[in-house]
């Protein structure tokens, strides 16, 4: 069992940034490929960005391609999403998610774990 809890999100104003983090629970954070979705009101769940088990591959959605970049610590049991020029597109609850298969994945069906998501409002 994996319990994640999101921080950082908030309200910025376009342009600026925000680092969301996770942190896991259970001593197996290492082994799991962890992700990054995210959902506006109305719309699906959209896949954000995704890091393996190493931290040695991440691959990002083409629309925060350059701006957003994935990170994780496993001796802190957490990962990280590093938000640049943030556009008010970018507003939506961010779900981190562990997946028992250790690689970078853009399927959000693959995962196993879910937090409860952290708002992040980006102003025009």
């Known amino acids: 069992q994996v319990q994640l809890v999101e921080s950082g999100g908030g309200l910025v104003q376009a342009g600026g940034s925000l680092r969301l983090s996770c942190a896991a629970s259970?001593?197996?954070?290492?082994?799991?490929?962890m992700g990054w979705f995210r959902q506006s009101p109305g719309k699906e769940r959209e896949f954000v960005a995704a890091?393996?088990?190493?931290?040695?591959?991440?691959t990002y959605a083409d629309c925060v391609k350059g701006r957003f970049t994935i990170s994780r610590d496993n001796a802190k049991s957490t990962v990280y999403l590093q938000m640049n020029s943030l556009k008010p597109e970018d507003t939506a609850v961010y779900y981190c998610?562990?997946?028992?298969?250790?690689?970078?994945?853009?399927?959000?069906?693959?995962?196993?774990?879910w937090g409860q998501g952290t708002q992040v409002t980006v102003s025009s």
């Open positions: 998610a562990a997946c028992a298969i250790p690689r970078a994945e853009t399927r959000g069906t693959q995962y196993d774990y």
């Open positions: 259970g001593r197996t954070f290492s082994t799991y490929g």
């Open positions: 890091i393996n088990w190493s931290g040695g591959t991440t």
